[in-house]
């Protein structure tokens, strides 16, 4: 009886463990939903200012939308390894260091709409190589690096619309070959020279299946309001090389203090310059292949309406001689048989 007593006991403090770590092991955090066959964690809408530290480590989804987290310390998802969707929309996030996404091996969405962002670091997303869909839209990025790294190269969907984008690196683009949709609207867009490359990559994106959405100009004032891809890219002169004697001629000399006001100045004149030079130039009367194809088409057209006139008049005209000829024929058949006749008869009377 003691040995069963014993081992009852033992049953009833293992269920007491058990019991005692469940939470620790399957618990959610506090001010989260979390859903269990789905592995999903909503911590949404409890203004947050940071991570919760306690969550289920299997997670797969975590929504943190509509939260007032202003900055993120390296490596804040390390406890959820297995993270494939990240929401983050709507906080308050300024800066992103480029450790933040470390452990994240698994990650395919993020989520980073309507933040305040300024600008991405190049490492950022080192840590992702998994990552599919990236959502930046409704920030205040002025500028995006060159590259970002191999983890781009599996993305399909990027949205950047609504931030503060003046130009986009082609080659940034180039590093996504796996992209089916990109959306650029509603940005500060200056369509120079610059901008020709951006215009060729996304007619060649277009051409493949890609899905994007307008760009629409803001400067110059020649072309505000117009959508880059409609813009002859006949208009666009390439960008001018700085010469050497340029470069040479901006550098002030040692000693002649005297010249190096005239030299800034003309430094700054040849920077006027150059941005001239790259701005767009409208030509008098651009070459338009869709015109000159509906001008000839246009002008077929009407020669071949004039040719069937001319046709149609020349029928006429043989007709109408036709019916004019054989009318004055039969009147002159009948005006000669009378003389005939009489003629006839006067020989006969002669013979009588």
């Not at 309507?114 to 490492?123: C, I, K, P, T, V």
């Not at 901006?250 to 004149?269: C, F």
Request: glycine share 4%; net charge neutral.
């Amino acid at each position: 009886m003691k040995l069963v007593a014993i081992i009852l006991d033992s049953e009833v403090l293992l269920l007491s463990s058990m019991i005692f770590l469940l939470p620790v092991v399957c618990g959610c955090p506090e001010r989260c939903r979390c859903h269990s066959p789905s592995n999903s964690v909503d911590c949404s809408r409890q203004g947050l200012a940071e991570i919760p530290s306690d969550l289920p480590p299997q997670t797969l989804t975590l929504h943190l939308q509509d939260n007032q987290i202003h900055q993120l310390p390296t490596s804040a998802f390390k406890s959820v390894p297995q993270l494939t969707t990240l929401n983050l929309y709507n906080n308050s996030l300024s800066n992103l260091t480029p450790g933040v996404f470390h452990g994240l091996q698994h990650l395919r969405v993020l989520n980073l709409t309507q933040n305040s962002l300024h600008s991405l670091e190049s490492r950022l997303f080192h840590s992702l190589p998994q990552l599919r869909e990236l959502d930046l839209s409704l920030n205040n990025i002025s500028h995006l690096p060159a590259s970002l790294g191999e983890s781009w190269e599996n993305l399909t969907v990027l949205a950047i619309q609504q931030n503060q984008l003046r130009q986009l690196d082609r080659a940034l683009l180039e590093s996504m070959p796996r992209m089916k949709h990109l959306f650029l609207k509603d940005n500060l867009w200056k369509c120079n020279c610059h901008l020709l490359s951006l215009k060729l990559w996304l007619e060649t994106f277009v051409y493949k299946g890609g899905i994007t959405d307008s760009i629409i100009c803001v400067s110059p004032d020649t072309w505000k309001g117009k959508d880059l891809l409609e813009i002859p890219h006949e208009l666009y002169h390439p960008c001018p090389y700085p010469s050497l004697h340029r470069q040479s001629s901006q550098v002030p000399q040692l000693g002649a203090d005297h010249q190096a006001v005239p030299r800034l100045s003309e430094s700054h004149s040849a920077g006027e310059r150059d941005h001239r030079e790259c701005e767009i130039k409208p030509k008098p009367r651009p070459a338009n292949l869709r015109h000159a194809m509906a001008t000839i088409v246009i002008t077929g057209v009407v020669c071949g309406i004039v040719c069937l006139m001319m046709l149609a008049a020349a029928i006429y005209g043989c007709t109408y001689a036709a019916i004019t000829a054989q009318y004055h024929g039969g009147r002159l058949a009948q005006a000669n048989e009378p003389t005939k006749t009489e003629g006839k008869e006067l020989f006969d009377s002669s013979l009588a």
